[in-house]
């Protein structure tokens, strides 16, 4: 057990890294039924410690127990999140003014850190956050092999499908199309490696830290990180020659504007988006434009009736059905 522990921690050494002292104590002392499935880490200024395992919330005590009663937890001082900026910034908080514009941090070993406090407006558009106070330190888990249950579905006579993913947060969409963009890019039996071109607007697909991925997509990638889509899709197109495109979540006009070009210059497209099921995008305006133009061949749709990133439904665009005939995990 003390050698699981080890290795587990060993994993979320980036993070610890960037915790204060008193903290990084406390996480390390995280019973390892908890700690082994680590999702998030949520740290909040006067509030109590909390992390996320395994679906359930935990409130963390001192001395590092689960409770269930947030008055007995650790409570997150000024001090706490004043000395986690610092650290995250490598105590340069001017290097990391663009990242903190966009609301994130990324940590060496591509562990993203949500921010949240005052934001700074200036004509119209956020100049900074100020007055930082909580913290998402999101653990990015790399799983070789869960889209093998996928690939026979999106790949047909060894060409890529125009593919979407559907998923509720936190059921393991991008878990999923990052070893899809591995296996891709990479190749494997029966299916030669092709081209991919990510465009990582939220930093949470290859965790990029100084520009060098630190998860693993593949040897044939090339990756924009923290980019917009519409403008990283149309410089790939026009630098990069890839044969597929990959994003995260579609949400804007000009993203369906940008994969329609991806369309006509002859790539394939994998993205994901933010819905419950098939019926709950097309009641979403820019999904149900994007599901209107026919534009997908294949789309995906993960749940939990099997647990966390079940397969639960893979609808055949031409044949207009769900051709799943029950989920897998």
Request: aromatic letters at 6%; hydrophobic letters at 40%.
């Given at each position: ?21 008193n ?8 019973p ?14 006067n ?5 996320y ?5 935990y409130f ?9 009663n947030p ?12 000395r986690?900026l ?17 609301g ?7 562990y993203?850190?949500g ?13 900074t956050l100020k007055?930082i ?26 060409n ?21 963009i ?8 029966g299916?030669?490696?092709?081209k991919?071109?990510?465009?990582d607007e ?10 060098i ?20 899709i149309t410089m ?5 020659s ?6 995260d ?11 329609e ?6 790539i394939?497209?994998i ?20 599901l ?22 893979v609808?055949?665009?031409?044949l ?10």
């Amino acid at each position: 057990m003390e050698q699981k522990v080890t290795k587990a921690l060993d994993k979320i050494q980036p993070v610890l890294d960037a915790l204060p002292d008193n903290l990084r104590k406390i996480i390390c002392t995280i019973p390892f039924t908890i700690l082994k499935d680590l999702e998030e880490i949520r740290i909040r200024q006067n509030r109590p410690l909390m992390v996320y395992s395994r679906g359930k919330d935990y409130f963390i005590r001192e001395n590092g127990e689960p409770t269930l009663n947030p008055l007995e937890a650790y409570c997150i001082s000024s001090r706490d999140t004043q000395r986690i900026l610092q650290l995250m910034a490598d105590f340069s908080l001017y290097a990391i003014e663009e990242e903190i514009r966009n609301g994130y941090i990324t940590l060496k070993g591509g562990y993203r850190v949500g921010l949240a406090g005052k934001g700074v407006i200036e004509g119209g558009k956020l100049r900074t956050l100020k007055y930082i106070n909580s913290f998402n330190i999101r653990i990015t888990r790399e799983i070789p092999g869960v889209a093998d249950k996928v690939l026979p579905f999106i790949i047909k006579e060894g060409n890529v499908l125009h593919t979407l993913i559907l998923s509720p947060p936190q059921m393991g969409k991008t878990t999923l199309i990052r070893d899809i963009i591995r296996q891709i890019s990479d190749g494997f039996p029966g299916f030669d490696g092709k081209k991919v071109g990510v465009v990582d607007e939220r930093s949470e697909i290859a965790g990029c830290y100084q520009g060098i991925p630190q998860n693993d997509v593949g040897i044939r990638t090339d990756i924009l990180d923290a980019c917009p889509k519409a403008i990283g899709i149309t410089m790939l197109i026009r630098s990069m020659s890839p044969q597929v495109i990959a994003t995260d979540e579609i949400g804007r006009e000009e993203d369906v504007s940008a994969i329609e070009d991806a369309l006509n210059a002859g790539i394939k497209i994998i993205t994901t988006a933010h819905s419950n099921d098939l019926q709950d995008a097309m009641r979403r305006p820019i999904l149900s434009s994007v599901l209107d133009k026919n534009i997908f061949e294949r789309i995906l749709v993960l749940g939990n009736s099997l647990g966390t990133g079940t397969l639960e439904e893979v609808y055949d665009c031409k044949l207009k059905r769900n051709i799943l005939s029950k989920p897998i995990r």
